[in-house]
């Protein structure tokens, strides 16, 4: 009997320690969940407010309120920090209040603008997206606020998010905001200044990256807050006049994104891939722009498609998947382009087509592969032919000279080839095997 005694308190102690990481682990889930629909429906609300609910209110009004809730959503965060003493709530309503930050500052860019340019101002076709007839007072003051919000807001929503690198993060939200704020829209320099603040993002982005606690869910949201004023930039852009200037800026973006950068976001093969092939057309279109900006599509020029086979073979070295196939394809193109030139008798067509014959060689040669080594060979021997017809020109000017000439040659070929014949023999024998070994 004391032994059946024992046994039951045994079993009874063993089972305390794992009801409550059930509970625990229930009362988590459910408060991330609850935690997620309230931001889900925070944002939902914000962008239904902006898409619909103020297209009767003046200019002005449509600043407070979202004023209004970016204040709120601090509030909810000083609640949570200061009251409940918990931090992920604190987290959340800070964050939300840094992202919705770059809209108020957006608003204030477009009040500027549309005061500073009057009658002359581009304004977007959606009426919501307009803000016109502000006084200079109520742009004054609605500048001061926003700028004393961006700094305590955003030193509160990083220091909660990430506190090691809060002067980097502080730096680089306050930099891309106060050029989101600049009142210009004109397509050129726009696209300057977006390709400048993604250099500058990229830099700063590299460098948290080599923090790993930068790689959590909190810092990878501190990183993502820091971009949103380049974002909502390139989105503004898209609701005026573009400029092929534009069009490269925001090609160069996907491009790099998605062929250089994506592997610090993801290790997911598929979306590898697709964003793969997504940077490959944009560098495509990136040359076809600058072809079309100048003119050279509008004719037959297919020397002015080569580099596109470059930037195959350049990108061959870059991207995860079918790295053999860009090389392909380049060399495939670079033939068929470099002797379609050559028949068109178009310019530069001869020393285009000897150039990338020399390139692809020596890239056949590197990767061990017989088609970009024999695609730059064929390059090669087309460019050297077009120069045959200076010969013919010549024989036809002074038969006598050039007879003598090519007698020369072929006697002092045929001594070469007698004198050295095992060492060629020899070493033709050695880079025929070779080539047969690669791919």
């Known amino acids: 009997m004391p032994t059946h005694d024992y046994s039951e308190f045994d079993l009874q102690t063993s089972a305390q320690p794992d009801e409550k990481p059930a509970a625990a682990s229930l009362t988590a889930k459910i408060t991330a969940y609850l935690r997620w629909t309230g931001a889900i429906l925070i944002v939902l609300s914000a962008i239904s407010f902006m898409l619909q609910s103020h297209e009767d209110l003046l200019p002005a009004y449509r600043y ?36 919705f930050l770059p809209v108020q500052v957006s608003q204030v860019s477009a009040m500027i603008y549309a005061y500073w340019h009057g009658q002359a101002a581009l304004q977007p076709q959606y009426r919501w997206l307009q803000f016109t007839d502000v006084s200079p007072a109520v742009i004054a003051l609605d500048s001061i606020i926003t700028a004393g919000l961006l700094v305590l807001v955003s030193y509160a929503g990083y220091a909660i998010l990430a506190r090691r690198q809060l002067k980097t993060l502080l730096w680089a939200s306050v930099a891309g905001n106060l050029l989101l704020m600049l009142p210009i829209r004109d397509a050129g320099l726009t696209a300057l200044m977006i390709a400048g603040l993604f250099v500058f993002l990229r830099r700063t982005e590299q460098r948290l990256h080599r923090d790993s606690r930068m790689r959590l869910p909190e810092g990878l949201a501190a990183r993502a807050l820091v971009s949103l004023p380049l974002w909502i930039i390139i989105g503004r852009s898209l609701l005026h006049p573009d400029s092929y200037l534009l069009a490269i800026a925001i090609s ?32 495509i279109a990136i040359w076809l722009i600058v072809l079309d900006r100048f003119g050279a599509l509008s004719g037959n020029r297919l020397s002015a498609l080569l580099p596109v086979a470059a930037i195959l073979f350049v990108l061959s070295g870059r991207v995860e ?107 033709s024998r050695y880079y025929f095997n070779e080539l047969k070994g690669w791919d």
């Open 64 to 99: 407070w309120i979202g004023l209004g809730l970016t204040l709120l959503l601090c509030a909810g965060g000083l609640v949570c920090a200061r009251l409940f003493k918990e931090t992920k709530g604190a987290r959340i309503f800070f964050g939300l209040g840094t992202a």
């Open 252 to 283: 160069a973006i996907v491009l790099v994104f998605c062929i250089y950068d994506i592997r610090r976001y993801t290790q997911s093969a598929y979306i590898v891939y697709v964003c793969q092939w997504l940077g490959t057309v944009a560098a």
């Open 321 to 427: 998947f079918h790295a053999r196939l860009y090389r392909f394809a380049s060399s495939v193109m670079a033939v068929l382009l470099a002797y379609g030139a050559l028949l068109d008798h178009q310019a530069l067509a001869s020393v285009a087509a000897v150039a990338a014959g020399i390139f692809l060689t020596v890239a056949g040669i590197r990767h061990r592969e017989k088609v970009p080594f024999v695609s730059g060979n064929l390059c090669v021997g087309g460019g050297m032919l077009f120069y045959a017809q200076y010969a013919v020109d010549l024989y036809a000017t002074a038969p006598w000279i050039s007879s003598i000439a090519l007698g020369l040659l072929v006697i002092l070929l045929a001594s070469y080839i007698e004198n050295r014949e095992k060492q060629i023999m020899a070493k």
